[in-house]
């Protein structure tokens, strides 16, 4: 028998957990599908040990509730776990685990949508119906491995970095990581800390900022504009790490405050990789892999590695089940509308984390969902009932 619900959210990450929260303060009734048996699996799972939020924590509040003012400026994972807890406890939300959306599609004639869940711990299957659907199954949902000349007989070890927890068993192993954005670099001078002897493929420019130059570029960015702020990021970096070409770090010609706004692409955090690059080894890209666990690079040069690991992004998966999603993703799965109009579709289908805004774009796309549901449902009423519900600690 299907079940009625007005809104139903599909993943339990910090999207679907800040969407249910903002709806939760409104009153109206929703629930939480989530694939794993843990909320946030994401950061349960498949992110390694050392990982800190890379943005300072008054950019990665998630609605309604700020940090506590004793967690450090860039909370660690495992207090960011602590954090999504407490909010799942204080705003009730209400989460099924064990639940694999397989289907969402509109019901023909009734403005309603189908969702049809699979519950893996018994293999039986639920429907539930409900006037609205929210998209929160992450822009992450699946680690993007590039299709390589000779990967499949490779004759090391191979992985995605969604696979990585630490480097203990690679001590004097060569690995190579593929890709210098957030999570390459960072695991790339994990790796140097084991003792790994640890190489790098940089194929793309990549603006390199430490954690403290992107906070002021943030902070700045609230009064200035992006020209101003980016102007000022390629100074500091410039005064912080000279001329990185001669490493194989090359700086893009657009500025990191730019790129991130026109691109999604975020600036690469430092957090000690550099001084490490000085002295090790920077590829570009791969050509092939060859027998006995050589691998050859663009530039010709050749090299034997034990280990690679691919820090080479992700993909969404929501277009896997979403059956009637043109009104909101185009064909690769990105919004169709651009930001900030980007979470809304038409016929009550919504998303909520795929501006590529990290947990800051997270909280606006909550709390504009939310609102727009509560208008929908009660358009005369929005205003009133609003104010009715207490703020909890805003
Ligand atoms: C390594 C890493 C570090 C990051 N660090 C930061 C940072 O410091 N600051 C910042 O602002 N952002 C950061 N981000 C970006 C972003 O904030 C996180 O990716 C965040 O977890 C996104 O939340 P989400 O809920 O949208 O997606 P996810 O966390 O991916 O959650 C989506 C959920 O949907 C579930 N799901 C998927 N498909 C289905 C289905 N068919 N049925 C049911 N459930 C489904 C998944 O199991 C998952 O739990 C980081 C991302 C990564 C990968």
């Known amino acids: 028998m299907a079940r009625e619900v007005s809104v139903v959210i599909v993943g339990g990450g910090p999207s679907g957990l800040a969407t249910s929260a903002c709806l939760n303060r409104l009153s109206i009734p929703n629930i939480v599908l989530e694939k794993d048996e843990c909320l946030a699996p994401l950061w349960r799972k498949r992110t390694y040990d050392r990982l800190k939020l890379h943005l300072a924590k008054r950019f990665c509040n998630l609605p309604h509730m700020p940090f506590p003012s004793d967690a450090p400026t860039f909370v660690p994972r495992v207090q960011f776990m602590r954090y999504l807890d407490d909010y799942v406890s204080r705003f009730k939300i209400s989460i099924r685990y064990n639940r694999t959306v397989e289907t969402a599609a509109m019901l023909e004639g009734t ?9 893996t711990s018994s293999d039986a299957y639920e429907v539930y119906v409900s006037e609205f659907v929210v998209v929160a199954s992450g822009e992450n949902s699946e680690g993007c491995i590039p299709e390589l000349n000779g990967l499949e007989e490779y004759e090391g070890e191979y992985m995605h970095c969604n696979r990585y927890v630490n480097g203990r068993e690679w001590y004097n192993k060569n690995v190579l990581v593929v890709g210098a954005g957030n999570s390459g670099m960072e695991i790339a001078f994990d790796l140097f800390n084991w003792g790994a002897n640890t190489s790098i493929v940089v194929r793309s420019p990549v603006h ?24 000022l990021m390629i100074v500091l970096s410039k005064l912080k790490y000279g001329d990185m070409s001669k490493y194989g770090l090359r700086r893009p010609k657009e500025g990191p405050f730019f790129v991130k706004a026109a691109r999604g692409r975020a600036p690469t955090i430092d957090v000690g990789c550099v001084h490490q690059i000085k002295a090790g080894k920077v590829f570009p890209a791969i050509s092939s892999i060859k027998t006995n666990k050589v691998i050859e690079f663009e530039d010709g040069r050749q090299d034997q590695f034990d280990v690679i690991i691919f820090a080479t992004g992700y993909r969404s998966t929501a277009l896997n089940w979403l059956k ?26 919504y998303c909520a984390g795929f501006s590529s805004r990290g947990l ?11 609102d727009d549901i509560a208008m929908a449902l009660a358009p005369n009423n929005f205003t009133a009932a609003i104010g009715t519900y207490p703020l909890l600690n805003d």
């Open 111 to 119: 403005g309603k949508w189908k969702v049809v869940v699979k519950d």
């Open 208 to 231: 390199v900022l430490t954690k403290e130059m992107v906070m002021v570029g943030m902070h700045l960015g609230k009064y200035v504009g992006v020209e101003m702020v980016d102007r």
């Open 324 to 349: 009637d999603y043109k009104e909101l993703f185009n064909e690769d799965g990105k919004p169709k509308r651009k930001y900030p109009n980007h979470w809304k579709g038409e016929n009550g289908i």
């Open 360 to 370: 800051e774009g997270i909280s606006y796309d909550a709390q504009k969902i939310a």
